[in-house]
């Protein structure tokens, strides 16, 4: 889950801003320095820490409350924006032709991203192809070739050639009847004088769309002096952030791309080819808040997902029957792993605090649902409200499983049901009065 570690924290201490007696003074100085200790365990630049605090504080304590809305949920109202804003706005990537640069140091997942890219351009129906340029990195060639050919997205290289200036020029030529032609270079152990050269006479070959930096979440606070140097040498236009979804603390590479003024496209959130999305910064700070991004959830369902395996709008409406919630749980294995699709799920951060080997369980209960549904008549799938005490024990035995197994499936029928219809609406900044109670503070 995204930055599992520093979205804790800050419901922490958002958490205290719920049970104190009154919003004063010291309160929101201890609050204040709650979320500086978490930014700044998280790896975030100290000077953008002070910075965010201060605008906090500064705001918290001289602004007065909108119509309405009481001390606890302006404070939070303040917290939410505050974070959005010190993140800013996302990249720009439209949706239609266009030529991409990657650039970013080995080690930082570029290849693997590359890849993800033509993907994610792929489902929303372009047509891409792939430049490998990448001649320093032994294996480059294989990686990115292999990647694409299981994507089934159009690879250019040259496997013996070592001038990758010539490889793009060629490949440009070759791909030119492409609608995104997304061009991979080499990238070192760090930023040497010829590989900027090689970068520089890549980037003068076309006018490129994105000059995209590839940064991996661990990188630390190496990241901000990384960007910089990478944007001196060809002006970088976006951030791609990777492996978000393990437990990197990821602040030095949102520190970053504050420091370099340039903005974040996408974020890496998986090992599968749907493990890349595009970043949004009201859903990020949502997610990080433990309060899930439904954009994100339905985006990716939509690409992933057809209408015949499951009813969006329906699932989302929260009027879904058994055989609605049997669609949506053969959906889920589509849309990637459960943990990161409970992050997405506006749900109090109800996964934030759940380990791998409850994920695992959580899967083998879900393929004991199916089991048990599997048992149902269609009338009882269509209203669970039939089933009683001795259509319990009737599916217990068809199933080969317990009635307790089919009471709980009940129950999590029932909580789903209510869960999807809290989801309606989504949080956001015009409704923190949802957001608090999504958030359990009262």
């Known amino acids: 889950m995204v930055l599992d570690s520093l979205g804790a924290s800050l419901k922490s201490a958002l958490q205290k801003l719920a049970n104190a007696g009154k919003v004063d003074k010291e309160v929101i100085d201890e609050v204040v320095k709650d979320i500086q200790r978490a930014m700044i365990q998280a790896d975030v630049n100290v000077k953008l820490v002070m910075r965010l605090s201060g605008r906090i504080r500064e705001r918290a304590l001289t602004e007065a409350p909108p119509p309405g809305m009481d001390s606890r949920e302006h404070v939070l109202r303040i917290v939410y924006a505050e974070l959005v804003n010190i993140i800013g706005k996302a990249t720009p990537v439209a949706l239609e032709p266009q030529t991409i640069m990657m650039v970013g140091l080995q080690g930082s997942g570029k290849t693997t991203t590359t890849a993800k890219l033509a993907r994610y351009f792929a489902r929303k129906g372009l047509k891409p192809a792939v430049i490998c340029a990448d001649t320093y990195r032994p294996g480059a060639y294989d990686q990115l070739s292999q990647l694409c050919a299981k994507l089934g997205v159009t690879f250019y290289g040259e496997r013996d050639n070592k001038d990758a200036v010539a490889i793009v020029r060629n490949g440009l030529r070759e791909t030119a009847k492409y609608d995104v032609r997304i061009v991979d270079t080499a990238g070192r152990h760090a930023l040497e004088t010829d590989l900027i050269k090689e970068m520089k006479d890549i980037a003068a070959l076309a006018n490129f769309t994105h000059r995209f930096l590839v940064l991996d979440a661990a990188i630390g606070q190496q990241a901000s002096e990384q960007a910089k140097a990478f944007n001196d040498a060809v002006g970088i236009t976006?951030?791609?952030?990777?492996?978000?979804?393990?437990?990197?603390?990821?602040?030095?590479?949102?520190?970053?791309?504050?420091?370099?003024?340039?903005?974040?496209?996408?974020?890496?959130?998986?090992?599968?080819?749907?493990?890349?999305?595009?970043?949004?910064?009201?859903?990020?700070?949502?997610?990080?808040?433990?309060?899930?991004?439904?954009?994100?959830?339905?985006?990716?369902?939509?690409?992933?997902?057809?209408?015949?395996?499951?009813?969006?709008?329906?699932?989302?409406?929260?009027?879904?029957?058994?055989?609605?919630?049997?669609?949506?749980?053969?959906?889920?294995?589509?849309?990637?792993?459960?943990?990161?699709?409970?992050?997405?799920?506006?749900?109090?951060?109800?996964?934030?605090?759940?380990?791998?080997?409850?994920?695992?369980?959580?899967?083998?209960?879900?393929?004991?649902?199916?089991?048990?549904?599997?048992?149902?008549?269609?009338?009882?799938?269509?209203?669970?409200?039939?089933?009683?005490?001795?259509?319990?024990?009737?599916?217990?035995?068809?199933?080969?499983?317990?009635?307790?197994?089919?009471?709980?499936?009940?129950?999590?029928?029932?909580?789903?049901?209510?869960?999807?219809?809290?989801?309606?609406?989504?949080?956001?900044?015009?409704?923190l009065k949802k957001l608090m109670k999504q958030m359990n503070i009262k």
């Open 238 to 431: 976006g951030v791609i952030i990777t492996k978000l979804d393990g437990t990197a603390k990821g602040g030095g590479a949102l520190s970053a791309v504050s420091d370099t003024n340039t903005s974040i496209a996408f974020i890496g959130v998986g090992e599968t080819p749907e493990g890349l999305e595009r970043f949004d910064p009201d859903g990020f700070i949502s997610r990080l808040l433990g309060m899930g991004d439904l954009k994100a959830l339905v985006e990716k369902a939509n690409e992933v997902l057809s209408q015949k395996d499951v009813n969006v709008e329906k699932m989302m409406s929260g009027r879904f029957t058994l055989n609605d919630m049997y669609a949506q749980l053969e959906a889920i294995n589509k849309m990637g792993p459960l943990k990161q699709i409970m992050s997405m799920l506006p749900l109090g951060g109800l996964g934030a605090n759940i380990t791998d080997d409850v994920y695992k369980m959580t899967q083998d209960k879900l393929l004991s649902y199916r089991i048990i549904m599997d048992s149902m008549t269609e009338a009882e799938k269509e209203d669970p409200k039939l089933i009683g005490s001795s259509r319990i024990m009737r599916i217990a035995r068809g199933s080969g499983r317990s009635p307790e197994d089919v009471r709980e499936l009940l129950k999590y029928h029932k909580m789903m049901q209510k869960a999807m219809k809290g989801m309606k609406g989504g949080p956001g900044r015009a409704n």
